[in-house]
Every structure is written in structure tokens, then in C-alpha cells.
């Protein structure tokens, strides 16, 4: 057996609490590599067609890459994949920090859990030693409460704990899972299906050494990363003020939603998002397994409890900064405390919330559809603070209107009449993240055609190919074909082959389970540092056309798993609202245009090797990238 993994996935059934081991031979983990890729095996091979995300078949994948664990640089993701109750497709969330690492540790590639518990409870492994333990009494407590005190009991205060708040244990649809009280599986609803399943928590606690093939190559790749990564400016300014500090140029530029999708561009925005500001409330570092660029940071502010969360990032400062148009930075450090508290995706809450005040802005809702809700002089206008932590509330909680906002966007507007369905940003029922698709026209495509929903990570940013990126982001990008700078709001032919060949890498990565904040496309590692890395710790010969491959079979099989559960070419669509020009701001007059939009979709299913009009894959593709087993759930 090559190096990096154990070669046993532990399979757990809540509904008998059976424990079982799965032991898949090398060809398995060359094919699939872990990650998302083995996580999508599982749920078509094992979950029954047309299952409901909340049916106790449906089966949630715990799964970091073949290389977490070892100790190289940006091997600190782990994966969850289950079908979503969002999307009702494939629903796949990734996070950073501890906990897959500390699972691969423990002696384990990957967890399949199907079922669910009679009674709420939480699952404990050390090592090879997995228990089950009531959670009755966490049950409708906070996330930091259920940390401290299963970190408590356990005794070792290296015990890595996911655990999902109120909001999962009430299954709003966008709920999260919270690792180490920093890390987030955000999107895609997963914490609101773990706690479908009266699942609290997973705890994990690992002892054993994942096994490395070169550790003198893995060790220098480590030392040159640790040395030089700050070489690179992007990493720099995460490293500097975290993920949060990219929201002041993306604010600054015109290129984040602002007041739900109404433009790009926020007047007096900068006044909250500024770096100083958010630099000013940072209160140290958070570092993931076994790396030094700290992308994630404390925070303190007056007010506050003494919290142990980690600071606001990106895609919060934005959507409710800059989408609900909340320009008071302490209001936006509560709301983080109370996304990471409930346990909330702070993307499609954001979204969320800015729909009820577009509603209201246009006089659609009035005080009596929000009765149940505790606003009392508030008004839920864009800007208002105070009125976007009393929903946060009421939807994590299910109470009043908050139970049909904690639905999500699409099923809101079916609810509430056909005035509002222009008003939900979505695509496949999943709310776009804060980044524009009016500005960057690659992007957008990435967000229509993503088998997961619009996601930032689908693909690369068009602006960091534009005439004003460095040019040292093109530069090292030259092996993937980007040799030259392009309009970032054009979608022409070259775009469209660089949107599938870029999707590819994120997808080789999502399944690698690699941190896009240390490698390419933009980031300090390059390509062959990738083949290099893995070859250290596995000891496999890997090009980059396999890698590219693995990133194919894992799109492929996400849509495959899409089509069998009802999605169709027609979800491959994105909101009204892009496709209304931008009024104001830097971006004024850009948008996307739907026959364009259309044209480039179609030519995507071609070059992906699926029917160009049904986006089916042909059965010569599925052969080609060894997963003619696939043609079964056609």
C-alpha cells in the first residue's frame, strides 16, 4: 500500500449505532484520491434514488484528501458530502483547520454515516476506539458551550470537535457545521442534515503519524513554503489581516453585491470594511494543521462576550456590509458571533436577510408578516443592524416569519407570492455568493453550470486575468493557458475553455482536499509543486493530466448524482438580476446577457464531453475517465 492513507473508511448506521469498516484497495484511492471524489462514490453507490436530505437514508461523507495529516503545507481541509436540502442536489462543503487532519491521525480515511439516532447524540473516536454519547443535555445549546464541554469530558484538550447549533438541530436549510470553533462547513445546508439525524457533534482525537514516503522532499517543500509564501501579495494580505482584510478592495472596485444584487458597489461601505478597522480588531492568529500563514485570526471588540470565534471573513463583511448595506463594523462582529453561535452559513443568511429588506424597501412585507419577531422599533431597512440580528434569530430559531425564511431564498418567494421570486438571488435554490457575476463574466458561468450551486471556489476569478491583475498571476498560469490578460466581463470562446480547464483545478483540489489559499491558481505553491507534494507523501508519480482527470471524475459524478435526483440543464441558469445592468459604481452598465450566457453553457457540455443540449454525459466520457458504473443512474 502506497503512503498517506490507512486504507479503512469507517462506516457508522445511527439507527442500530452499527459500526462497520470499509477496506478499498489502492487502485480505489488512485482513482478517487479521498475528498469530494470518494465522498460522491458513496452517495450514488449507497444511497437510494430520490431520497429526501432528510430521510435517515440520506448519508453524510466525512472525507479528507489522501495526503491530510502528513505534515505538509496546505493539507488542512477535510470535506462533507451529503445530498443537500437546499439544492436537493449534490451538496458538498469544505473547511480548513483542524479536524480532518486529526481524523487521518486517528487512523481513518474517510467517515459514511447513514441513519438516524433515537435520541440526540454525539460520536467520539480516538484512534481506532469510536463511541457514542448523549447529547441530550447539549441539545439547544450554542456551539462554543457543546465544544468546551465535550472537549471537557473527553479530557485532552487536543480533541478536535464539529458540532452544528440551534439552527441545525432545527434543520433551517442553509445550517453549518462548526470545527474548533473557527472553521465553518458553510454552505449547502450539511449542519441542517446532521441535525435531521440527531447528530450534536463529531469528536476526534488522533495519536498515530500518517505515513510519508519522502519526508526529507516533504520537509523542504515544507521550509520553502514557510520561508517565502509570504512572497506572494495575496497570501501576504491573508496572512496580514485574514480573509477578511480581500473585502476592502472588492468593496473599493465595484465587484461585491450591494442592497440583494441591486448593484456592485456600496456607497460609504469602506467606512466599516477598511483594513485599519479590521485590522484594529484582530487579536491574533489561528493556524491551520501544520501551517504558518494564519489565514484565519481572533477577534475582541467592546460588547462582545468573551467569545472564542474566530474574526469576521470575507464573505460575511461582504454580504451583510455591503448586500444589507450594515456600515457599522461592531454590528457586523455581532452577527459573526451569532452566525458561528447557531451555527449559520453567514452566506445565504446574508442573502437571506438582504431579500427581507428589498421586500420591504419596495413595500412587499409590512410589520405583520414579521409578527413573532422581536424587532420592536427596528425596521428590517437596509443598513439596520439591530433588525438583521433579530432575523438571525427568529430564523435560526424557527420562530415566525423565521420559519419560512430559514427555507432559503427559492422556497421563500414560492411562499410568499410571484412579486418576490425576482427578489431571491439563487440558483439551484443555493444563494450566489457575494462576488458579482456582473463583473466577472467566468465566474458566472462557473456559478450556473456548478453542480454544487454557485460557489466562489468553482473557478477562478476573472480579474485576476484582467489588464490591471499583476502580472505574475498570469504568468504562472501560462500552464493552464492563460497567456495573456482578458476582459473580466467579456465571455467569449477563450473564456469558456478557460472557465472548464480552471474548474478542473478547483475540482482536482476539492478532491485533493488542498487549500486554495496556498496554492495556484493565485496563491504562493505552483503546479508541480502539487506533483511534488504527493509524491512525497504517497509516493505516486502524478501528472497533471491525471490530476486534471480527478478533477473531471469528480464534476462528472456530481452530475451525474444532480440528474439521477431530477436536476436537469434547466437548473443551469442564474438569477434576474445579473442580467440587469449595474446602475452605479466602478462596474456601471456591466451584466451578463442571457444569450450569451446560454451560448457559453452549451459550449461548456461540449467540451466537458456531455450532450450539448441535456448536458448528459456520453457514455465514451464516463468510460474515458474510468466510471462507466456511473451509466447505471442515468
Same mark, same amino acid.
Given at each position: 500500500?502506497?503512503?498517506?492513507?490507512?486504507?479503512?473508511?469507517?462506516?457508522?448506521?445511527?439507527?442500530?449505532?452499527?459500526?462497520?469498516?470499509?477496506?478499498?484497495?489502492?487502485?480505489?484511492?488512485?482513482?478517487?484520491?479521498?475528498?469530494?471524489?470518494?465522498?460522491?462514490?458513496? +452517495?450514488?453507490? &449507497? *444511497?437510494?434514488?430520490?431520497?429526501?436530505?432528510?430521510?435517515?437514508?440520506?448519508?453524510?461523507?466525512?472525507?479528507?484528501?489522501?495526503?491530510?495529516?502528513?505534515?505538509?503545507?496546505?493539507?488542512?481541509?477535510?470535506?462533507?458530502?451529503?445530498?443537500?436540502?437546499?439544492?436537493?442536489?449534490?451538496?458538498?462543503?469544505?473547511?480548513?483547520?483542524?479536524?480532518?487532519?486529526?481524523?487521518?491521525?486517528?487512523?481513518?480515511?474517510?467517515?459514511?454515516?447513514?441513519? %438516524?439516532?433515537?435520541?440526540?447524540?454525539?460520536?467520539?473516536?480516538?484512534?481506532?476506539?469510536? /463511541?457514542?454519547?448523549?447529547?441530550?443535555? +447539549?441539545?439547544?445549546?450554542?456551539?462554543?458551550?457543546?465544544?468546551?464541554?465535550?472537549?471537557?469530558?473527553?479530557?485532552?484538550?487536543?480533541?478536535?470537535?464539529?458540532?452544528?447549533?440551534?439552527?441545525?438541530?432545527?434543520?433551517? %436549510?442553509?445550517? /453549518?457545521?462548526?470545527?474548533?470553533? @473557527?472553521?465553518?462547513?458553510?454552505?449547502?445546508?450539511?449542519?441542517?442534515?446532521?441535525? /435531521?439525524?440527531?447528530?450534536?457533534?463529531?469528536?476526534?482525537?488522533?495519536?498515530?503519524?500518517?505515513?510519508?514516503?519522502?519526508?526529507?522532499?516533504?520537509?523542504?517543500?515544507?521550509?520553502?513554503?514557510?520561508?517565502?509564501?509570504?512572497?506572494?501579495?495575496?497570501?501576504?494580505?491573508?496572512?496580514?489581516?485574514?480573509?477578511?482584510?480581500?473585502?476592502?478592495?472588492?468593496?473599493?472596485?465595484?465587484?461585491?453585491?450591494?442592497?440583494?444584487?441591486?448593484?456592485?458597489?456600496?456607497?460609504?461601505?469602506?467606512?466599516?470594511?477598511?483594513?485599519?478597522?479590521?485590522?484594529?480588531?484582530?487579536?491574533?492568529?489561528?493556524?491551520?494543521?501544520?501551517?504558518?500563514?494564519?489565514?484565519?485570526?481572533?477577534?475582541?471588540?467592546?460588547?462582545?462576550?468573551?467569545?472564542?470565534?474566530?474574526?469576521?471573513?470575507? &464573505?460575511?463583511?461582504?454580504?451583510?456590509?455591503?448586500?444589507?448595506?450594515?456600515?457599522?463594523?461592531?454590528?457586523?462582529?455581532?452577527?459573526?458571533?451569532?452566525?458561528?453561535?447557531?451555527?449559520?452559513? %453567514?452566506?445565504?443568511?446574508?442573502?437571506?436577510?438582504?431579500?427581507?429588506?428589498?421586500?420591504?424597501?419596495?413595500?412587499?412585507?409590512?410589520?405583520?408578516?414579521?409578527?413573532?419577531?422581536?424587532?420592536?422599533?427596528?425596521?428590517?431597512?437596509?443598513?439596520?443592524?439591530?433588525?438583521?440580528?433579530?432575523?438571525?434569530?427568529?430564523?435560526?430559531?424557527?420562530?415566525?416569519?423565521?420559519?419560512?425564511?430559514?427555507?432559503?431564498?427559492? %422556497? @421563500?418567494?414560492?411562499?410568499?407570492?410571484?412579486?418576490?421570486?425576482?427578489?431571491?438571488?439563487?440558483?439551484?435554490?443555493?444563494?450566489?455568493?457575494?462576488?458579482?457575476?456582473?463583473?466577472?463574466?467566468?465566474?458566472?458561468?462557473?456559478?450556473?453550470?456548478?453542480?454544487?450551486?454557485?460557489?466562489?471556489?468553482?473557478?477562478?476569478?476573472?480579474?485576476?486575468?484582467? &489588464?490591471?491583475?499583476?502580472?505574475?498571476?498570469?504568468?504562472?498560469?501560462?500552464? *493552464?493557458?492563460?497567456?495573456?490578460?482578458?476582459?473580466?466581463?467579456?465571455?467569449?470562446?477563450?473564456?469558456?475553455?478557460?472557465?472548464?480547464?480552471?474548474?478542473?483545478?478547483?475540482?482536482?483540489?476539492?478532491?485533493?482536499?488542498?487549500?486554495?489559499?496556498?496554492?495556484?491558481?493565485?496563491?504562493?505553491?505552483?503546479?508541480?509543486?502539487?506533483?511534488?507534494?504527493?509524491? @512525497?507523501?504517497?509516493?505516486?508519480?502524478?501528472?497533471?493530466?491525471?490530476?486534471?482527470?480527478?478533477?473531471?471524475?469528480?464534476?462528472?459524478?456530481?452530475?451525474?448524482?444532480?440528474?439521477? &435526483?431530477?436536476?436537469?440543464?434547466?437548473?443551469?441558469?442564474?438569477?434576474?438580476?445579473?442580467?440587469?445592468?449595474?446602475?452605479?459604481?466602478?462596474?456601471?452598465?456591466?451584466? *451578463?446577457?442571457?444569450?450569451?450566457?446560454?451560448?457559453?453553457?452549451?459550449?461548456?457540455?461540449?467540451?466537458?464531453?456531455?450532450?450539448?443540449?441535456?448536458?448528459?454525459?456520453?457514455?465514451?466520457?464516463?468510460?474515458?475517465?474510468?466510471?462507466?458504473?456511473?451509466?447505471?443512474?442515468?
Amino acid at each position: 500500500m502506497a503512503c498517506g492513507y490507512w486504507g479503512k473508511i469507517l462506516k457508522i448506521n445511527l439507527e442500530n449505532l452499527n459500526i462497520s469498516v470499509d477496506y478499498p484497495d489502492d487502485l480505489f484511492y488512485r482513482t478517487y484520491m479521498g475528498g469530494a471524489c470518494l465522498g460522491a462514490y458513496y +452517495l450514488l453507490k &449507497e *444511497m437510494p434514488p430520490g431520497t429526501d436530505a432528510f430521510d435517515p437514508a440520506n448519508i453524510m461523507v466525512f472525507s479528507p484528501g489522501i495526503a491530510t495529516g502528513a505534515r505538509g503545507p496546505g493539507l488542512a481541509r477535510h470535506t462533507v458530502i451529503t445530498k443537500s436540502p437546499l439544492s436537493g442536489g449534490i451538496g458538498e462543503s469544505q473547511a480548513e483547520g483542524l479536524w480532518g487532519s486529526e481524523l487521518k491521525r486517528a487512523g481513518w480515511d474517510a467517515i459514511v454515516i447513514s441513519g %438516524r439516532a433515537q435520541t440526540p447524540i454525539y460520536i467520539s473516536i480516538s484512534d481506532s476506539t469510536v /463511541s457514542f454519547k448523549s447529547a441530550e443535555e +447539549l441539545w439547544g445549546k450554542s456551539v462554543a458551550d457543546v465544544h468546551g464541554n465535550i472537549v471537557s469530558d473527553s479530557g485532552d484538550p487536543g480533541t478536535r470537535v464539529a458540532v452544528i447549533g440551534q439552527a441545525g438541530e432545527n434543520m433551517v %436549510r442553509y445550517a /453549518s457545521i462548526i470545527t474548533d470553533l @473557527a472553521f465553518a462547513h458553510n454552505r449547502l445546508g450539511v449542519g441542517a442534515v446532521m441535525g /435531521s439525524k440527531n447528530l450534536k457533534a463529531i469528536s476526534v482525537r488522533g495519536t498515530m503519524d500518517v505515513c510519508v514516503s519522502d519526508p526529507v522532499s516533504l520537509e523542504s517543500l515544507n521550509d520553502f513554503f514557510s520561508k517565502h509564501f509570504t512572497e506572494n501579495s495575496v497570501s501576504q494580505a491573508t496572512h496580514e489581516f485574514g480573509m477578511g482584510g480581500l473585502a476592502t478592495g472588492l468593496c473599493r472596485d465595484g465587484l461585491v453585491a450591494s442592497r440583494n444584487y441591486r448593484s456592485s458597489f456600496m456607497p460609504g461601505v469602506e467606512k466599516a470594511l477598511n483594513s485599519e478597522n479590521i485590522l484594529s480588531h484582530n487579536a491574533g492568529d489561528i493556524n491551520c494543521f501544520n501551517c504558518p500563514q494564519a489565514c484565519q485570526k481572533k477577534t475582541t471588540a467592546p460588547g462582545l462576550s468573551d467569545t472564542p470565534y474566530a474574526a469576521p471573513e470575507l &464573505e460575511l463583511l461582504c454580504m451583510f456590509g455591503s448586500n444589507c448595506g450594515i456600515q457599522e463594523y461592531s454590528k457586523l462582529l455581532e452577527i459573526n458571533e451569532l452566525c458561528y453561535s447557531y451555527g449559520l452559513d %453567514r452566506n445565504s443568511t446574508g442573502s437571506v436577510i438582504a431579500f427581507v429588506m428589498d421586500a420591504w424597501d419596495r413595500g412587499l412585507i409590512d410589520r405583520d408578516h414579521l409578527s413573532g419577531i422581536e424587532l420592536g422599533d427596528k425596521i428590517p431597512a437596509f443598513g439596520n443592524g439591530d433588525a438583521a440580528l433579530a432575523l438571525i434569530h427568529a430564523i435560526a430559531l424557527r420562530r415566525g416569519m423565521g420559519t419560512i425564511l430559514a427555507e432559503g431564498t427559492q %422556497r @421563500a418567494a414560492a411562499v410568499l407570492g410571484n412579486k418576490f421570486l425576482d427578489l431571491a438571488v439563487q440558483s439551484k435554490g443555493v444563494e450566489l455568493p457575494a462576488h458579482d457575476p456582473r463583473t466577472k463574466a467566468m465566474l458566472g458561468l462557473g456559478y450556473a453550470i456548478s453542480p454544487i450551486g454557485p460557489s466562489t471556489e468553482v473557478v477562478e476569478h476573472d480579474t485576476d486575468f484582467d &489588464e490591471t491583475a499583476p502580472v505574475w498571476m498570469i504568468h504562472q498560469n501560462h500552464t *493552464m493557458g492563460v497567456l495573456r490578460p482578458m476582459r473580466a466581463d467579456i465571455l467569449d470562446e477563450y473564456k469558456i475553455g478557460l472557465a472548464y480547464r480552471l474548474q478542473q483545478v478547483f475540482s482536482f483540489m476539492d478532491s485533493l482536499c488542498l487549500c486554495i489559499f496556498a496554492f495556484v491558481p493565485v496563491r504562493f505553491l505552483q503546479y508541480h509543486h502539487i506533483s511534488t507534494l504527493l509524491q @512525497a507523501v504517497c509516493g505516486w508519480d502524478i501528472s497533471l493530466f491525471e490530476l486534471m482527470q480527478l478533477g473531471r471524475r469528480r464534476i462528472t459524478m456530481f452530475r451525474v448524482f444532480n440528474l439521477r &435526483e431530477g436536476l436537469s440543464a434547466r437548473d443551469d441558469w442564474l438569477p434576474e438580476k445579473v442580467f440587469q445592468p449595474i446602475p452605479d459604481g466602478p462596474r456601471k452598465g456591466q451584466k *451578463m446577457d442571457k444569450s450569451t450566457l446560454r451560448r457559453a453553457i452549451k459550449d461548456y457540455y461540449t467540451l466537458a464531453g456531455w450532450d450539448r443540449d441535456t448536458g448528459v454525459p456520453t457514455r465514451v466520457s464516463l468510460a474515458e475517465l474510468d466510471i462507466s458504473w456511473c451509466n447505471e443512474y442515468l
